[in-house]
C-alpha cells in the first residue's frame, strides 16, 4: 500500500480506494442542466471517486434568506443537510447557488443556537452543522490536486483561450464561503491551466451576472450578460466557463436576446467547466451533452482539434 | 423638496422595521457610495443603494419604497463585501422588499400572468424559485 | 542615577526625521548633548521623499536643507547613523541604551564622499526610496544633499555579496574605504533621557484586493507621487506614468484608501491626505496644464492655517474636479485603468478612463515601532502608534519617566504638527534635566 494511503484513507493512483462524496444535484442540474451534472458524475467515476446521490432530496430554495426573521426560507436547506448528514459526512454540489445556499445554512446553523433549535424542531431532526460542504472543484483542487489531475489528463485542451467566469454566489461573502479570494480568485485559472488549457484573465469575471433578476428585470440582467462576454472577448476569450446553470442561462442562452440588442455581438461557446473536464479525460464527446448548450460549441472543438 | 425633520420622523417606525428585518444599523451609514459605485445593476435604478438607505434613516417612507432601487438588487453580495463599515447593503435591499410585499394591501413586483409566451419553460428553475422568493409576497 | 549618582544629563533621540531632528536641534542649542540615532545611512525621513510640502508649495529640501545640516554640524550633537537601539536598561537619569551600528560596508571615518562608487556601480534594482518608482545602485545615498553624505552597500542588491563578482566599488574608491569584511558593531551611551520619533509607514497598496494588489503598474501611492514629481526622482520632476512613461492626461487621486474604513483597514482617519492631495492634484495641474485631475474623497479635512483657502484655491484656480464619493474598483483595461466611483452629490455612479491613480494611502506605524516600544518599556495602542501618557493634557511623555514621544510615531500629524510636538517633547526633557542639580 502506498504511503499516502496511510497519510489519508483514500488515495488517487490507480488503487482501489474511492473517496465517496454525497452528491446535491439541485432541480436545474437534473433538467435544463442535464449536461453538467452527467458530465460532472462521469468525470468523477475516471478521477477515482463517486458522487452519490442522496437519498431523498428539494429545491434548496435557490437563494439564501436575507431576511433575518425569515426562518421558512431555511427549512429546506436544513433539511438537505440533516438528510446528508445521516448518510455521511461530506456534501458536494455542482451549481454554485446552491453551494452558496447551503454553506450559507449550515454557517447559520452552526453559529446561531435560537434559530439552530427552531429549525431541528420543525423539521424534526437534531442537525449540528457538522456536515461539510464542497464545491467540486474543491474536491478537484484540495483532495485530487491540480497536479495530479493534470497528469490524467489525455487530451490537453491546448491553444483554448477560456475565460474563467466565477460569478457571484460562490465567492460572496468571503468570511462565510472562503472559497477563494473575493477579489481575485485564481482556482479556476489553475483548474483550466491544469487542463492544459489558456485562462483568459478578464475584469468582469467576478461581476454578477444578474441572475436573480431574470425573472424580474430580464432585461437588466441581458445587460450584465453582454457586459461580461464583451470583457471577456475583449480580452482574447474564445470559451467562457461557468459552473452555475443561472449564469449559464444568462451568458449562453440569452446570447441570442444580446445579438438582437448589439448587432455587432458575435456568440461565443460557453461550457460547464465539467464538460471541458470530460473533453480533456477523453470522454467520448457525444456524451457531454453539447446539444443542451445554446451556442453551439462543437465548431471551436472541431477547429481546436479536441474532438 | 424641503423635508421637516423631527425627532419623531428621524429613524421613524418604517425605518426601525427595516433595521429589524435586515439585522442592520442605518446609523452607521456614512453615505461614502461604495456600494452604489460597485453595483452591477445601479446603471438601471433610478437612485442608487446609499440614497435608499438615506431616505430610510430619515423617515421618508413614500420616497424610499417609491424607487426601483431593491426591486432590481441581484443580491450579488459585492457592495456587502466592499463596505468600509460593514453594512449588509444586500440585506437592507431584501428588507425593504419585505416591507413591501408583507403589507395588507400588497401589490406584488411580478405579475405571472403577464410573463410572455413560453418563458416559464425557458427559464431555469432556479429563477423562478429565487423570483418568487423575492418578488412575490 | 549615572553610574557615580550622577543624573546624566543627555539625550538620546531615536529617529532622525523632521521630529527627531527639530527635538535634537532644540536640545543641543539648549546645551545638552544629543545621540541622535537613524536607521538610515542619513538623516531627513519621509520629508527627503517629498518635493514640495503644503500649505506654502515650498520645495521639501530647501527647507529641509539647513536643519540637516545643523543638525550634522551641531558640536551637541553625535550622529550615529544607519544604526538600532539593540537594547534598553536603567531609568531617567540613567538610561543604558545598546545601539547596534549596522555594517554598511564603508568605513566612513575614510570616506569623503565624492560620489565616485555610486556612479560606477553597475548593479539596479527597484529604489525602496524611491516606492518603486525608479532604479537606485547598491551602494547608494538616499539623495544629493544627504547628511551625512556618505553611501553604504545594500547586500541583497550588491553584486559581490550575492555572487562574489564585481568589486567595482572598491577598486574606484580614491581612499580605500570599501571594507566588505565590515561587521555590525555595538556601542553602549549613556543617556538621561530618550525621545522616541521614529515616524511613519504607509499601508502597502498591495493591501487592496479591489484596487488590483497592486498589480496594476500605473496605480501608485502618495509617496510614489512626490518621487515623480521631484527633481531628485526617478523622472527628474516630469510627470511621468510607471507603465510607459507617457504624461497622463486623466488623473485620478482617491482619498480615504485604506483609512476610516473600520471593516476591512484603519478604522481612524489618516490627517494628512487631504491636505496632500489637494496639493498633488494643483502640482500636477501645474506641470500637466491640459491635463485633469479627479479627487474622489468622502469629506475635507483642512484644519491647519491656511489650508481651507489651498484646498479652494485648487478648485477655483486649477479646475480640480472633486467628486464625493468612495471607488469601488480599480482594473486595467488596455493603455488605460478603468475607475469605478460614485458621486453621492448626484447620486450617480461614475466610471473614468483614467492613465493614472495616485491612491493616499493610510499612515500606519512602522513595522518595528511595537519592539521598539517593548524595549523601552512603553506602550503603542492596537495600531502600533506610541501611546501617549494622557491623551489631552500630556501628549508628548509616556507613563515612563524620562521616556517621550514626538511626530507621527505617535499618530498621523503633517509638519509642522510634527515639529511643534518634538519642540515640546525637548522642552519637558530640559524640564526635566532643570529639576536635578549639577554635581
Known sequence: MPACAKARPYALCGWECQMDYLYFPGCTLYTKAKNFDQTARDCSLRLGFELKELKE??????????????????????????????????????????????????????????????????????????????????????????????????????????????????????????????????????????????????????????????????????????????????????????????????????????????????????????????????????????????????????????? | MKIELTRQKVHNEFAKKVELISGQNLFACYQCGNCTAGCPVAFAMEVGPHEVIRYTLLGLEDEAVGVNTFWLCASCLQCTSRCPKGIDIARVMDALRMVVLRKKERKDHIQIPEFPEGFLEKVPQIALVSGFRKFLS | MGSNGVFVKRAMVIGGGIAGISASIDLGNGGYEVVLVEKLPSIGGRMLQLSETFPTLDCAQCTLTPKTVETGQHPKIKLLMYSEVEQVEGKAGNFVVTVRKKAGYVDWEKCTGCGLCQQKCPSKSPSEFDRGMGLGKAIYTLSPQAVPNKPVINPSHCRYFKEKKCRVCEKICPVGAIDYEQQDRFVKENVGAIVTAVGFDLIPKESFGEYGYGEVQDVIDGLAFERLNSASGPTTGEIRRPSDGKIPKEVVFIQCTGSRDPERYMPYCSRVCCMYTAKHARLYKHKVHDGQAYIFYMDIRSTGKGYEEFIQQGMEEEGILYLRGRVSRIFRDGEKVIVWGVDTLTGKKVEVSADMVVLATAIVSQKNTKELAGKLGIKTDDYGFLTEAERKLRPVETDVEGIYIAGCAQGPKDIADAVAHANAAASKVQGLFAKHKDV
Not at chain 1, 461539510?132 to 490536486?145: A, D, F, N
Open chain 1, 57 to 307: 432530496w428539494t429545491c434548496c430554495g435557490a437563494t439564501f434568506p436575507l431576511a433575518t426573521d425569515n426562518i421558512m426560507a431555511l427549512l429546506p436547506p436544513s433539511r438537505i443537510l440533516a438528510k446528508a448528514r445521516e448518510e455521511g459526512t461530506a456534501l458536494t454540489t455542482l451549481c454554485a447557488i446552491c453551494f452558496n445556499v447551503i454553506k450559507r445554512t449550515n454557517r447559520l446553523i452552526q453559529q446561531d443556537g435560537e434559530k439552530r433549535d427552531k429549525i431541528n424542531n420543525f423539521i424534526e431532526k437534531n442537525y449540528q452543522g457538522d456536515l461539510q460542504v464542497l464545491h467540486y472543484l474543491e474536491i478537484l483542487k484540495r483532495e485530487i490536486g491540480f497536479p495530479q489531475l493534470k497528469e490524467k489528463v489525455k487530451k490537453p485542451l491546448a491553444g483554448l483561450k477560456t475565460a474563467a467566469y466565477y460569478g457571484c454566489m460562490l465567492l460572496r461573502p468571503f468570511e462565510e464561503m472562503g472559497f477563494d479570494d473575493k477579489e481575485k480568485p485564481t482556482l479556476f485559472e489553475d483548474f483550466l491551466e491544469a487542463l492544459g488549457a489558456k485562462a483568459t484573465e478578464f475584469p468582469y469575471k467576478i461581476e454578477c451576472c444578474g441572475s436573480f433578476q431574470s425573472v424580474g428585470s430580464p432585461d437588466v440582467a441581458t445587460e450584465c450578460a453582454y457586459r461580461i462576454l464583451g470583457s471577456a472577448i475583449k480580452n482574447g476569450a474564445e470559451a467562457m466557463v461557468s459552473t452555475c446553470p443561472m449564469c449559464t442561462f444568462n451568458i449562453d442562452h440569452k446570447q441570442s436576446d444580446i445579438k438582437q440588442k448589439y448587432l455587432d455581438f458575435n456568440p461565443i461557446p460557453v461550457f460547464y467547466f465539467t464538460q471541458l473536464l470530460g473533453i480533456s479525460m477523453g470522454l467520448d464527446y457525444q456524451t457531454l451533452g453539447f446539444e443542451q448548450n445554446a451556442v453551439d460549441p462543437l465548431p471551436l472543438l472541431k477547429e481546436k482539434g479536441f474532438l
